[in-house]
């Protein structure tokens, strides 16, 4: 079946632009995770969705990041603005259900780059 | 709090040759761990798990990984490199409660010498 998918795979802002980035999960799963991951390292946490329920954003970086999830399903990443260091890889990632044993399915990502 | 750390952020090693990469974990509750492999320009593929049980843990491409509690570890281990093994990997640790987000490691990336 089909994985996670985003879109677009790389994206170019200029400083100040808007961008929206955007997630397809697997069909059916509840949750959705969004990560950002910066050159050479870990992704890190962002923002946490149960079904279209955001339960968790304690990992936005600034006001400037808003996501959503409004029918459950397909989910957006949007930052207000971009700064310089916003340049990082946009992961997405569904799970099946909630729980700490269930994996989490990642997206290939996207690249933004901020100039 | 919980956190993951990974000792070694480039490993070489030889075909044919034991694979290595180290993770340690900090949690006051029983952890799960995973090792996920990133290849370039692809997203995180899971590897392996631990959630209860059995503290060897097989998992795909000939990876295995073994909990050992006393020494807060979860080191992936593979008997005999291949070239498509080369790739980046990172530990990961599901959060105990609530929103259950992966803590991750640093990432080891993994060079395969012919």
């Known amino acids: 079946g089909a994985g996670v998918s985003q879109s677009p795979r790389y994206k170019v802002a200029k400083r100040g632009q808007d961008v929206a980035l955007r997630c397809d999960p697997i069909?059916?799963?509840?949750?959705l995770f969004w990560y950002q991951q910066a050159l050479g390292q870990g992704p890190e946490f962002l923002t946490y969705?149960?079904?279209?329920?955001?339960?968790?954003k304690s990992g936005l970086p600034s006001d400037r990041f808003f996501a959503e999830r409004p029918e459950g399903s397909v989910s957006t990443l949007k930052i207000q603005r971009t700064q310089q260091e916003d340049s990082a890889v946009y992961l997405c990632?569904?799970?099946?259900?909630?729980?700490?044993?269930?994996?989490?399915?990642f997206g290939p990502g996207t690249r933004l780059t901020v100039t | 709090a919980q956190s993951v750390t990974q000792l070694g952020s480039h490993v070489s090693v030889s075909e044919g040759a034991l694979v290595l990469l180290r993770c340690n974990y900090s949690s006051s509750v029983p952890p799960y761990l995973f090792w996920y492999v990133q290849y370039p320009n692809q997203g995180l593929q899971l590897l392996l798990k631990y959630t209860t049980g059995a503290t060897l843990v097989k998992g795909i491409n000939g990876f295995e990984a073994e909990f050992k509690k006393s020494e807060t570890s979860f080191h992936l281990t593979k008997p005999s490199a291949h070239m498509s093994d080369a790739a980046e990997y990172f530990c990961?640790?599901?959060?105990?409660?609530?929103?259950?987000?992966?803590?991750f490691g640093t990432g080891t990336r993994l060079k395969v010498l012919a």
């Open positions: 069909s059916g799963h509840v949750s």
């Open positions: 990632a569904s799970s099946q259900a909630v729980g700490p044993s269930y994996e989490q399915y």
């Open positions: 969705f149960q079904n279209e329920a955001q339960l968790d």
């Open positions: 990961a640790v599901s959060g105990s409660s609530g929103t259950y987000k992966y803590i």
